[in-house]
């Protein structure tokens, strides 16, 4: 099919502010993309991060956002990879299928196309994997992480996501959720920790392990672009300066918090640092109502990722907001990068205590 543009609209997640852009009409590309530069000046942050294969074979990962779009008029969502920057907006085969809509390469439009309904195909290996559960059954916390190792089937070392269901309502302030856990067993990988610190705090930050360490001069990198890091800690004192950099470290979910721990008095670096390093993690609230949050990986004993479940899920619970009404958590799923969700026993779940 000869390729060919058409004129479209990306929404913000509010829907509130759609910014027009010509797209690429792409039946080659599964999913829609769109340059990370123009999603995170939307306001997104990716809610979810899979892995892709491309033409040439290889296996990369891309993150993930439900993006509303409007064309001609109609406004639906669909899923987008954030694409490198400076790439062009692409429109994938998932889309048009959800959207109903079929390329003309001869007049070079989208023809709507009333009950288009293509079956999405699932790979012999996924489908194996959900031979091994039973979607109408909720399992103990030990049964689901036994089962979430047997169902991690990709070539590389799978990350264990937990997804929680609230009852809470994202469009109201006092009904939010935020905070972090130190996972006991950690995440299974290398996190590279940057520290805004000035003088003896830069110190004890350089002392206890910290990848990047500095001031004026990380700000000014940090502001031509570069994110080079998993986590960023900041001198309480120097968050007049870091303060600027929301812009650029807000939508990657990297800028510091006083409420997620990475704001910090200078005495307490060498702790904050220890804990990034060793595996602390933040929550919070989706507009869906949902957490999603790692707890380890695949390669992992079922002892540890017991012990990291039963951490985060008791942080979760404690971090219920004053405002929440009816039931707080109404279920929990757990699943690996590549496989099928796995629903718990709510009651066990909400039970487990760090031993």
């Known amino acids: 099919m000869g390729t060919f543009s058409v004129g479209l609209e990306i929404g913000s997640p509010d829907r509130r502010t759609f910014r027009p852009v010509e797209a690429m ?25 899979r892995p892709f294969e491309l033409a040439d074979g ?10 509303p779009v409007r064309i001609d008029g109609d406004i639906r969502t669909t899923t ?5 920057q400076g790439s062009p907006v692409l429109l994938g085969a998932v889309t048009l299928e959800q959207f109903l809509l079929a390329p003309d390469p001869v007049r070079k439009r989208l023809v709507p196309v009333p009950g288009l309904a293509l079956m999405t195909k699932q790979g012999k290996k996924y489908l ?24 991690a089937y990709a070539k590389f070392d799978e990350t264990v996501e937990l997804h ?34 000035e003088g003896e705090a830069a110190t004890l930050a350089e002392g206890a392990g910290a990848e990047f360490v500095g001031g004026d001069d990380l700000i000014k990198k940090i502001e031509g672009g570069w994110t080079d890091f998993d986590v960023a800690l900041a001198q309480r004192e120097l968050m007049g300066k ?16 006083p409420r997620s721990g990475t704001v910090v008095e200078s005495q307490d670096l060498l702790r904050a640092v220890n804990d990034a390093r060793q595996g ?5 609230l989706d507009r869906t109502a949902i957490i999603h949050v790692p707890i380890g990986k695949a390669s992992f004993e079922e002892e540890k990722l017991l012990e990291n479940l039963a951490t985060i899920v008791q942080e979760i619970v404690k971090a219920k ?16 990068t590549m496989g099928p969700g796995i629903r718990l026993e709510l009651g066990p779940t909400l039970a487990l205590t760090p031993s």
Do not use: W
Not at 280 to 284: A, K, M, P, T, Y
């Open 321 to 336: 907001p004053s405002g929440a009404k009816g039931q707080f958590i109404r279920s929990v799923t757990l699943a690996t």
């Open 280 to 284: 602390r993690v933040e929550f919070r």
């Open 164 to 197: 929680v269901r609230t009852g809470l309502d994202p469009r109201h302030a006092e009904q939010q959720v935020r905070g972090t856990a130190l996972l006991p067993a950690g995440l299974g990988k290398a996190v590279r920790v940057l520290v805004f610190a």
């Open 242 to 257: 870091v303060g600027r950099l929301g812009r650029v470290l807000g939508p990657r979910g990297l800028m510091p918090n």
């Open 58 to 67: 290889r296996l990369v990962e891309r993150d993930l956002a439900e993006v």
């Open 128 to 151: 194996e994997a959900l031979a091994k559960v039973n979607r109408n059954q909720h399992y103990p916390p030990r049964e689901a992480v036994k089962l979430a190792k047997e169902t």
């Open 25 to 49: 009409v792409d039946t080659g590309a599964t999913f829609s993309s769109l340059p990370r530069e123009l999603l995170e000046e939307l306001g997104y942050r990716p809610i979810a991060r």
């Open 80 to 84: 987008c990879t954030f694409a490198d």
